[in-house]
């Protein structure tokens, strides 16, 4: 059962440009969560999903990011013109229901902007 | 808002000295409190979770506490190895409400066991 897959594991953005960050959650979890890390900080809670639903999108940024988890393929991340500030480590987690489960992370996408 | 402090930011111990690493939070008492591993370069991997009516947990080398009234989880690792280096992430789950799910982590504590 393969675990929690994200691509790409790095990406190197320029400013302005758009970064599109996937997660495929592990089989059978329909509950997928983006976290982010930024250098010396620890992981902050953006965006909790379930298929084709936000369920609490309270840590997201107001401009620039929005997710998705449609219902056939992964969830994305999509972050509009990136500035510097957005290099981190994002990382998706999923769990097959609400809360009161082990949330399985991927190994993380690390977003460099020039 | 719920904050969490970890006790310290790194902690250096001797091949099999026992590691005890602290978490503190504010506010209500979560639902639910989990300990995790992460690696450099790597996603957190969870290593166990306690819930507020229990008072401890074991698996393996690893125990972890929870005190309600003192607002604190301890996290034990007897017999350390080398191995065991690495970051370690206190995370709260409130349980309620619309934030069930909603994970909030710790900074982490770093530790490094020497040979």
């Known amino acids: 059962n393969a675990g929690v897959m994200q691509n790409p594991r790095h990406l190197v953005r320029r400013r302005g440009q758009e970064a599109r960050l996937r997660c495929s959650p592990m089989k059978g979890h329909s509950h997928v969560y983006w976290y982010r890390q930024l250098p010396e900080e620890g992981l902050k809670f953006m965006v909790y999903?379930?298929?084709?639903?936000?369920?609490?999108e309270s840590g997201m940024p107001k401009e620039r990011f929005s997710a998705e988890f449609p219902k056939e393929g992964p969830s994305i991340l999509r972050i509009q013109q990136v500035v510097r500030g957005d290099s981190a480590a994002y990382f998706c987690?999923?769990?097959?229901?609400?809360?009161?489960?082990?949330?399985?992370f991927g190994p993380g996408t690390r977003l460099l902007v020039l | 808002s719920q904050k969490i402090e970890q006790n310290s930011e790194a902690l250096n111990i001797q091949e099999g000295k026992t590691a005890t690493l602290t978490c503190n939070y504010t506010n209500y008492s979560p639902a639910y409190l989990q300990w995790y591993r992460q690696d450099p370069g790597r996603g957190p991997v969870f290593l166990l979770l306690?819930?507020?009516?229990?008072k401890e947990k074991r698996k393996e080398r690893l125990k972890v506490t929870f005190d309600t009234t003192l607002k604190q989880s301890l996290f034990h690792i007897t017999a350390s190895q080398p191995a065991d280096s690495a970051t370690y992430l206190c995370a709260l789950d409130m349980g309620y409400g619309g934030s069930q799910g909603n994970l909030i982590f710790g900074k982490g504590t770093k530790l490094s066991v020497k040979p």
């Open positions: 306690i819930r507020e009516n229990e």
């Open positions: 987690a999923s769990s097959p229901s609400r809360g009161r489960e082990t949330q399985y």
């Open positions: 999903l379930q298929k084709e639903n936000i369920i609490d």
